[in-house]
Structure formats: structure tokens, C-alpha cells
């Protein structure tokens, strides 16, 4: 069973239009976020939820809406999509906030194309 | 803020041979949790090896280790007897041990790991 899961893998689409990235996990996790890696294979956070609840938000144009509809799922909305957003976008879950629940799981990315 | 710096964007090694991958990073922190990731072509991130900064010994798992120099803000992973199924980005990460404050993890740039035959 897929421990942190994201839909769709692959996402190629139009300048302007608006799209979703979905990700689940089963881990029973509390914590959940979103990173950008760029074309350079460069890795930063963008999103953190813990229960529902927003607790990082990162310097992100306000295009990116993530949302959290329970704390098993983490969806990032992106609306007119630009051509500087073509990367891969990586979800990921950690049990909780307290000092051995630390380590982040990831999902295997989504490769966002913008043309 | 912290940062994370690897110097290596690639390095070499021959299959069953060791090679050493570096990894500094800057805080003014005490408490905090150092990471190797790793992401083969599949660009899956796998969690390689983790380590406390209040633990002196260093984590080992299998094959891999790692060379933790909490004073050097140093922390340097080796893999030994390195297998064709090792050739990946390795990136090194940092996350901050403050429980009440942000959670994300800082990465280096990586290193890609070439293991030739």
C-alpha cells in the first residue's frame, strides 16, 4: 500500500488555465506539506498543515491555495498557471509535532508542465 | 535562518569502493534533526539516514553512514561497498527541533552519485 500518494503524476497543461494536485496518506500522520523542486533540482517548502490547521506558509504568489479537508489529505490549488511553475511538486507527511515524530515521508511528485 | 550547503554537485565512485558525500549547514539552534535523502530516477525521496543533533554517536544504517561534527556544523555521509542501486541525487536536510515552530525541512542543492561498474 502506497504510504503517501499524490494525483496526478504527471500534469501538462496551458498557460493561464487553473489546476489541482492531490495527495493522501495512510500513515495516520498529522502533519502534512508541499515542496517545489525546480529545474535545478533545488528542493523548498512551500505549504504546512498540522490537523487541518495552516502553520507554514512560505513566501508562495498567492496563486497557490493549498487545503486541507481532513488531515489525511493535502490539496494544492493552482490557478493562471504560469510558465515559471513547471516543476515537480512533492507532498509529504510526519507523524506530529513533538521531537521523535520528525521524519517526513514523500510522495512520488507530481511533474507539473506548463506550456 | 539556516542553511544547508552541498559543495559536490557530483561525485564518482567505483562499484564497491566507499565514497564520502559532504554536507555543512548553518544555525544558531541547538536542537534540531539532520537528514539524507536520496532520489533515484524514479524521483521518489527516500529517507536514507536521520540524526539527532542532542545524540553524539552517529546513525548507521547498512551501508550507510554518517560523520556527524556538530561543533564544524558538519555532517558528511559515507556509503561503503557502494552498489549500482546507490546512483542517485543525495540531498541533505535540515530540520529544526523546535517543536512549537516551523517544521520544514531545509535541503542542499544534492550531489549526484555516479557508481561505475
Known amino acids: 500500500d502506497t504510504a503517501v500518494s499524490q494525483t496526478p503524476k504527471y500534469l501538462v497543461t496551458q498557460m493561464g488555465n487553473d489546476k489541482s494536485i492531490k495527495c493522501e496518506q495512510n500513515?495516520?500522520?498529522?502533519?502534512m506539506y508541499w515542496y517545489k523542486q525546480d529545474s535545478k533540482k533545488f528542493l523548498k517548502i512551500m505549504f504546512s498543515?498540522?490537523?487541518?490547521?495552516?502553520?507554514i506558509n512560505e513566501t508562495v504568489p498567492n496563486r497557490f491555495s493549498p487545503k486541507s479537508p481532513d488531515k489525511a489529505h493535502l490539496n494544492l490549488h493552482i490557478n493562471s498557471l504560469e510558465l515559471g511553475d513547471s516543476a515537480v511538486y512533492f507532498c509529504?507527511?510526519?507523524?506530529?509535532?513533538?521531537?521523535?515524530?520528525?521524519?517526513?515521508?514523500f510522495g512520488p511528485g507530481t511533474r507539473l508542465l506548463v506550456l | 535562518a539556516q542553511t544547508v550547503t552541498q559543495s559536490q554537485p557530483e561525485m564518482s565512485v567505483q562499484e564497491a569502493e566507499t565514497v564520502t558525500l559532504s554536507c555543512t549547514y548553518d544555525?544558531?539552534?541547538?536542537?534540531?534533526?539532520l537528514f539524507w535523502y536520496k532520489q533515484p530516477p524514479s524521483r521518489q525521496m527516500i529517507l536514507v539516514i536521520r540524526q539527532e543533533a542532542y545524540k553524539q554517536q552517529n546513525a548507521t544504517e547498512n551501508r550507510f553512514s554518517v560523520n556527524f561534527q556538530k561543533a564544524a556544523k558538519s555532517f558528511s555521509l559515507k556509503i561503503s561497498d557502494s552498489q549500482l542501486g546507490d546512483a542517485a541525487m543525495y540531498f541533505c536536510?535540515?530540520?529544526?527541533?523546535?517543536?512549537?515552530?516551523?517544521?520544514?525541512?531545509?535541503f542542499g542543492q544534492g550531489t549526484r552519485l555516479t557508481i561505475n561498474p
Open positions: 500513515l495516520g500522520h498529522d502533519t
Open positions: 509529504a507527511s510526519s507523524q506530529g509535532r513533538q521531537r521523535t515524530q520528525e521524519t517526513q515521508y
Open positions: 498543515y498540522n490537523n487541518k490547521e495552516l502553520i
Open positions: 536536510a535540515y530540520r529544526s527541533g523546535i517543536i512549537q515552530g516551523a517544521q520544514k525541512l531545509v
Open positions: 544555525t544558531s539552534e541547538s536542537d534540531y534533526y
